[in-house]
């Protein structure tokens, strides 16, 4: 593996044609093999480009230095993972931020992207955005809430067989903290 770099996207305008198709195939292919990482607002998966190509238009769309942005990491040029940070619109919590859609490219898989994305999160939200506390939700039945309590991470509640992946197979959506 070449060295990993990592690079913010904080407004529209910045991300490139060939990111943001390199962002959806990520998300095509994450989900597709079984990642927690299926958008709302569309089908379970098997997925397409053309279910995540408007998931991810909004997203880009509401970029903004103070209120989102996007942390990519590639290696040689290729995407290898990425998520998303935000702050919480609402004024009684916008001190604290929310970190969605992690993702590691599945042939990146196993070589610490997604923990490296990770661990450069709350240094970026405290210093260039100003927050306070992060906040995520993760799915049981995974070990993601071993992988995130690995990296600091508390969890602070449970909403029990809340997310139904399959017909009989209901798991936990796990509510985790990160004070800054």
Known sequence: MGTTEFAQVTRPHELAFGLRRELVDCWVTVSNAGGAVVPHGVPLPP?????V?????RIVD???PQ???LLVATV?????GWLLLRRDPHPLVAHCGVVNHLQT??????????????????DIARDSMGLERLGLTAR???G??????GLGWVEVGRWPGALRVAPGDDRDEILMSLAL
């Open 47 to 51: 997925l397409s480009p053309r279910d």
């Open 53 to 57: 190509e408007p998931v991810l238009g």
């Open 140 to 142: 049981s039945g995974l």
């Open 105 to 122: 490219r599945t042939s990146f898989r196993r070589q610490g992207i997604g923990a490296a994305l990770m661990r450069r999160v709350p």
């Open 67 to 69: 209120q989102s942005r």
């Open 144 to 149: 993601l809430e071993d992988f995130y309590r």
């Open 76 to 80: 040689q040029g290729v995407l290898a």
């Open 62 to 64: 509401a970029l903004d």
